[in-house]
């Protein structure tokens, strides 16, 4: 549900920029030009202010490169992957979401079943043809029971359908878990500094609050899951400096621990 609010936000948003978004534009364009002027810090900070009013994959695509080029390997990662979200068959962004793993040390991850037939993007896919193909053969088959075919040939026909029914239902499951996930995945990405190098890493911590002991280190545009809790909702506690804390863990759970909002951002924010 989480991925459905986040496409119709992008596509109200879109809408927006339409009918109001001369300002969206022209910090698009201020960037491009300015970008291409060799200011990649200020063209940074018109892409960030053009994205906080609407969303495109040429956009974070573009925002992204930028934060590879100046070294910010969190925030490269972060923006291709959003890129990705709203363009997942492009090439190029995928070629260059590898190539900013690589460079931040991060291992490149192998495209799996829930990168392609599972993805968030084919639930409608899959749930619609659940719902057609389990009332199409329902009725197909009180039809084909009352013809005269032999019993073995009724038998295998209705086993497959079953069959079919069974996998739709099991790959609607898969696919809701994985924007389940989506929903939960957040990238590391590390706070600035003075000197304008990036961080080697981010501490996981034991307990919300920055006094408290390390639990694991993260590098730079490593993703994780935020742990939700009996309620659902995302895991996350108020320090009394009014300041956010996710509980999160690596993909396979060998990392846990409290790291910031500001270090931990959220795809789907």
């Not at 986040?6 to 698009?28: I, K, M, P």
Request: hydrophobic share 45%; net charge neutral; charged share 20%.
């Amino acid at each position: 549900m989480k991925l459905l609010r986040f496409l119709l936000c992008l596509v109200l948003t879109e809408f927006a920029w339409v009918a109001h978004g001369q300002d969206g534009n022209r910090l698009f364009y201020d960037a491009v030009r300015t970008e291409a002027a060799g200011d990649l810090d200020d063209a940074i900070t018109y892409y960030e202010k053009a994205a906080s009013q609407a969303h495109s994959a040429n956009l974070h695509g573009n925002l992204a490169n930028l934060y590879l080029k100046t070294g910010n390997h969190g925030k490269a990662i972060l923006h291709y992957r959003k890129a990705l979200l709203l363009a997942p068959n492009n090439r190029e962004l995928r070629a260059n979401l590898t190539q900013a793993r690589e460079i931040a040390g991060l291992p490149v991850r192998k495209a799996t079943v829930d990168d392609s037939y599972f993805a968030p993007t084919t639930i409608g896919v899959w749930c619609w043809g659940v719902v057609i193909l389990f009332w199409a053969g329902l009725w197909g088959n009180l039809f084909f029971l009352r013809a005269l075919l032999p019993f073995y040939l009724k038998a295998v026909v209705m086993s497959s359908w079953a069959i079919l029914v069974a996998f739709g239902a099991y790959a609607t499951w898969r696919t809701d878990n994985n924007i389940q996930l989506l929903a939960r995945e957040a990238v590391a990405v590390a706070s600035d500094t003075s000197n304008g190098e990036e961080p080697s890493s981010i501490r996981l911590r034991r307990f919300a609050g920055d006094a408290n002991d390390a639990n694991a280190e993260l590098k730079p545009g490593e993703i994780v899951h935020i742990d939700v809790g009996e309620d659902s909702t995302l895991k996350e506690h108020e320090t009394p400096d009014g300041t956010i804390w996710y509980l999160a863990r690596s993909r396979y759970g060998r990392k846990k621990g409290w790291a910031t909002t500001k270090e931990l951002i959220r795809i789907l924010d």
